[in-house]
Structures are given as structure tokens and as C-alpha cells.
């Protein structure tokens, strides 16, 4: 390893590491900082629809740093009902997918290792497959005439068409059905590390089943457990496909909002402020995720 | 044994039952004859036959393929380079932001990244005039970011399981590290670099809102095409669309799944199965003799 290092000259390894690092920072982590700065400032109508923060007359530089945006926020309960709408959908349909996912993954960590490949690819194909096509076989399936409640009144469980389409229990479909996938697969990368031979061992000093498991099991998927719920988590909150595709008036998602505010409103001070905010409580399960995966790395090497 | 696990058997196929059924109804459903969707009028080939004379989503399907073209291209140069500096170069300066920077697009909300991306481009309009106006060129570029995360994972997967000696004797052997890389390493992962090649294809051909966010007017992706068109309610057209494009997707994704297998049992050579229990023993073993 060290003399692969040492072998690279100083330029290579400089353009080896800048060239993505550049990209990166140009196209990923600058934009942070340019949202950041017009959440600061304040509405306009102009191109681009927002007034400069930094004004240089008369060999006098003025700094307005708007406030406004950020009170906005606060002052209509709308945005405050909208982040807590999110993160409560966000953090059910985790547990959910977490229940759902963790026998899944389980199942397929414990197949025999050809088959094992088939279930992987078979889980892992809708997540290839736009989630904009999965989420309308979803509307034909739960509208009011559609093929659920066709089914339903068929054998006679129920007299009158159910309205689920445009409520909040569409989008909970919704969202577990597009991001299980995203559960099962750091779990399922987690759990076929394991060693079966814990299990026996466990077993003959009289665990049950139950107790192996909880014991076990689940304590050494905790990184596994922790990698499969941030990548639920933290991109359903922003989701904004799934609730405006099947989610009613009674939906309120900051994902749905900011769009709303950005390409409807026009006001892009008021999106970035929206932005920056959803970010700022997204940090920690960010920051989180990032430390599991790089512990998980650090062991795999 | 086999018993053992039979609740997480069901559970299995319940989940699976759960992804599949829904896209199975909605293929079944793009055959109906009927012009309405939720009665069943015979089967037909008719909605497909439609698409093919509809200029503007035949437009919109050429530049989604041109965009994931170019996308797939950029995501696997710029993903294995950052792989290779994540795997083989632990120490520089900046490696934990380093690190950061090419995970956090896995995890962020596509609508920070798409809006944050839209105000860079604006931004650099004002200041350098340059992208003078939006399109296939700031799609391209949106999508390259958020597909060289997925490239990098993929690809560091296989760096991390490569046995390096063999990339060690090339250079004692006198192969510069550039040689190295092109002949020894990149061979070696070549499987997952195809992988990550298909992944970010499909990945872009998919994105509506970051190219939503960055394009300009007259520039619209298929998705963009089929949002606006099943923001409507469900008709049968899309059903034929959406159908071609599950098509599409499902023989991608055989493709790279065919490649990831070859090249698995080739480096898989003893069943790692064999392999864990034998370490185990030898541990177990060394315990009671110590």
C-alpha cells in the first residue's frame, strides 16, 4: 500500500484526487453556500427575482442581510405544519420499511448464495426503474374506481368505494413502497457478513430463537439498521413526487412546499430559506449516516 | 433448519409481492383496449402504436437518451477516479470532506440539490456569462454529480475486495502508477465499472426533479414529458410509456446483473462460505490451545 503511495508522483496523485474534488466542490458544495446567501436577501421582480446582498456605492460597501425570509417562515404556521408533516411521514414509513425490510433482507442474507443473487437483483431493479412510473401505477391502483376498491367491493367487504387516493395513507404507500428497497440492501450487506456459527453457539447454551436474535442478530446489524433508515429518512422528507402525485389537500410535505414556493411563487428567497432550513435539521442524520458508512468502510479495508 | 426462518421466507415474498404487483397491473393494464383505465375492454396494441407519432415525446426521448449518454460517460470518470482516491490514498489533505462530498448526493433531497444547482447556474450566468441558457448542457451536469456517488460506491466496493499485490508487483516491476492503474486495476473492476456505467444511465433517464430544477424552457427530459402528463389523471397512453420504460429499465439492469455475476464467481473462486467456517475453527482453535 505504501509503496503504491509513494510510487505515485506528486502531479498524478495531485490531479487523481483534484479533478473529482473540484467537481464536487463546484457543483455540489458551492451551490450550499450560494442558497445560504440568497435566503438572505430580498425579493424582487427581476432576472434573477431577487435584490443583491452586497451593494457597492459611492465607495461604501452595504451588506443588507434580510432577516425577512427566516420571520416569513415562522409567521405562517403553513411552513411549520409542512416540516413536521414531513418528518412525521418520514419517520413512520422508516419504522415501517424497518419492519417490512429487516425479515427481507434476512431472508435473502440466509438463501443459498445463487439464489441469494436472484432476490438481491430482484429487489434492487425498482430502484433503477423511475420512481415517477411506480408512484402512478400506485394512482390507477388506489382511486376511486380504480382496481383496489373494485377488488374490495367484489367480495363484498365494503359497500362504497374507499377514498385513499389523495390522503395521507397513499403517501405512506407510496413512500415504503418506493424506498423499501433502500432498506433492504444496506441490511442485507450487513447481514450476510454475519456469522452463523454465533447463532449455534448461542442455541446450544440454551438461547431460544427469540433471544438469539434479539441478542445477536440485531446488535450486529447496527450498522446496517442505522445506513437503511437514513437512506429512508432523510430523502423522503424532501420527497416531492409522492405527495403531489398521492397526496390530498390534507398532505403537507416541505418537499411539495418549496416547490410550490420556487416555480409557482416565484419567490426564490423564500425556497432558499425553505432549503436551508430543511438542511439544517437534516444535518445530524446526515452527519450520522456519514459517520456509520465510514466506520463500515474503515472495517471492511 | 430450514423451518428456522420460514416467518422471514413469507415476509420475503410478501415484500417482493408488494414491489412487483403494481407494475405487473400497470403492463397488463397498457394492453386495454377500453379508453378507460379501470375497465377491462379486451387486449390491444393501440396505445403504443399512438406514442410513436407523438413528435414532442419522441423529442423528449431523444434528449433524455443523449443527457444519460453524456451522464454515464462523465459519472464512471469522475466515480472510479474518486473511488481509487477513497480506497488507495488514505491520507491528504481534506479527506474527510473529500469523503463527505462524494456520499452526501446519495443521501441529500433532490429538491435542495436541484434548487442549489439551479442558483449556482444563475449565478454563474451573472457573473461569467456562462451557461448563457439552460438546458441539455446544466441537466448534464446535474446528473454527473448525483450519478458519480453512486459510481463511487459501486466501484470502491470492488477496489476494497481487490488484492492489491498484484497492482503492488506491477510497480515493482517497474510500471509507472498510471500504467498500473489502466492495465492491472482497471481490468479487474471492470465488471463494476460497467455496472456503474448502466446504473448512472438509468439513473439519469429517471431524474425529474433535478431536471426540472436546471433546464430551461424548450429543453424537456421524458420524465419531465410524463409528469406533466400524469399530473392529469391516469390515462392510457402513459400506461404504454410507463410500460416501455419498465421494459427498458428491466433489461438494463439483467445486463449489469449478468456482468456483476461473471465477475463475482470469478473472484469467488472458494465458496466464501467454506472459507468463513474454516477461519472460525482456526480461531476457535487457537483459543484452546493459548
Known amino acids: ?301 | 433448519m430450514k423451518n428456522r426462518f420460514a416467518f422471514s421466507t413469507i415476509m420475503l415474498w410478501v415484500g417482493l409481492a408488494f414491489i412487483y404487483i403494481p407494475m405487473v397491473i400497470l403492463v397488463i393494464y397498457s394492453f386495454n383496449a377500453s379508453r378507460l383505465v379501470t375497465v377491462w375492454g379486451g387486449w390491444s396494441v393501440h396505445w403504443y402504436v399512438g406514442l410513436l407519432d407523438n413528435t414532442q415525446l419522441m423529442n423528449a426521448v431523444k434528449r433524455s437518451l443523449q443527457i444519460a449518454l453524456y451522464t454515464a460517460c462523465a459519472a464512471v470518470a469522475l466515480g472510479t477516479l474518486a473511488a481509487f482516491v477513497m480506497t488507495r490514498i488514505k491520507r491528504f489533505r481534506g479527506r474527510t470532506l473529500f469523503s463527505g462530498l462524494v456520499t452526501a448526493p446519495l443521501v441529500m433531497p433532490e429538491v435542495i440539490t436541484g434548487l442549489s444547482l439551479l442558483l449556482l447556474f444563475v449565478a454563474m450566468a451573472q457573473l461569467i456569462g456562462w451557461p448563457a441558457e439552460r438546458g441539455v448542457m446544466t441537466i448534464w451536469i446535474a446528473h454527473t454529480t448525483f450519478c458519480t456517488a453512486y459510481v463511487a460506491i459501486v466501484v470502491s466496493g470492488r477496489l476494497g475486495e481487490l488484492d492489491q499485490s498484484i497492482e503492488e508487483a506491477a510497480m515493482d516491476l517497474g510500471a509507472p502508477p498510471w500504467k498500473t492503474f489502466l492495465l492491472i486495476t482497471v481490468p479487474m473492476i471492470a465488471p463494476s465499472i460497467a455496472a456503474g456505467w448502466l446504473l448512472s444511465f438509468t439513473l439519469s433517464l429517471d431524474d425529474l426533479v433535478l431536471a426540472s430544477f436546471v433546464s430551461g424552457p424548450g429543453a424537456t427530459t421524458l420524465p419531465m414529458e410524463v409528469f406533466s402528463a400524469v399530473r392529469l389523471g391516469v390515462k392510457p397512453e402513459i400506461n404504454a410509456i410507463a410500460s416501455v420504460i419498465l421494459l427498458a429499465v428491466a433489461l438494463f439492469t439483467l445486463l449489469a446483473w449478468f456482468l456483476v455475476r461473471s465477475a463475482d464467481k470469478r473472484s469467488r473462486m472458494p465458496p466464501p462460505e467454506d472459507d468463513k467456517h474454516i477461519t472460525w475453527q482456526a480461531a476457535i482453535n487457537s483459543r484452546k490451545h493459548s
Open chain 1, 1 to 301: 500500500m505504501n509503496k503504491l503511495i509513494s510510487r505515485i508522483l506528486p502531479s498524478g496523485r495531485f490531479w487523481v484526487i483534484s479533478v473529482p474534488y473540484l467537481w464536487l466542490f463546484l457543483f455540489f458544495l458551492l451551490p450550499f453556500a450560494i442558497v445560504l446567501k440568497i435566503s438572505f436577501s430580498e425579493a424582487a421582480i427581476a432576472i434573477p427575482p431577487y435584490k443583491p446582498l452586497f451593494d457597492y456605492v459611492e465607495q461604501s460597501l452595504n451588506v443588507v442581510v434580510n432577516l425577512g425570509n427566516y420571520i416569513f417562515l415562522t409567521q405562517d404556521s403553513l411552513y411549520l405544519a409542512a416540516y413536521l408533516g414531513s418528518l412525521k411521514v418520514a419517520l413512520i414509513s422508516t419504522v415501517i420499511c424497518l419492519l417490512l425490510g429487516y425479515p427481507m433482507a434476512l431472508a435473502i442474507a440466509r438463501a443459498p448464495r445463487e439464489k441469494q443473487l436472484v432476490y438481491l437483483l430482484l429487489v434492487m431493479m425498482p430502484t433503477w426503474t423511475a420512481i415517477l412510473i411506480r408512484v402512478y401505477a400506485w394512482m390507477g391502483i388506489l382511486s376511486s374506481n380504480g382496481l383496489l376498491n373494485n377488488l374490495l367491493m367484489s367480495i363484498g367487504v365494503i359497500s362504497s368505494p374507499l377514498q385513499i387516493l389523495n390522503t395521507n395513507i397513499a403517501v405512506y404507500i407510496g413512500v415504503v413502497y418506493a424506498y423499501l428497497p433502500f432498506m433492504v440492501l444496506p441490511l442485507y450487506a450487513n447481514l450476510v457478513k454475519h456469522d452463523e456459527t454465533l447463532l449455534e453457539a448461542a442455541m446450544d447454551l440454551g438461547a431460544s430463537k427469540l433471544s438469539a436474535f434479539w441478542k445477536i442478530t440485531v446488535p450486529l446489524s447496527k450498522t446496517g439498521i442505522i445506513a437503511g433508515s437514513m437512506l429512508v429518512f432523510i430523502p423522503v422528507v424532501g420527497e416531492f413526487v409522492i405527495p403531489e402525485l398521492l397526496g390530498g389537500p390534507e398532505t403537507l410535505m416541505i418537499g411539495k412546499i418549496l416547490w410550490q414556493e420556487f416555480f409557482n411563487n416565484r419567490d426564490w428567497p423564500v425556497a432558499s430559506a425553505l432549503a436551508i432550513v430543511m438542511l439544517a435539521i437534516l444535518l445530524i442524520p446526515i452527519i450520522l449516516f456519514h459517520y456509520n458508512q465510514s466506520r463500515a468502510m474503515e472495517k471492511n479495508a
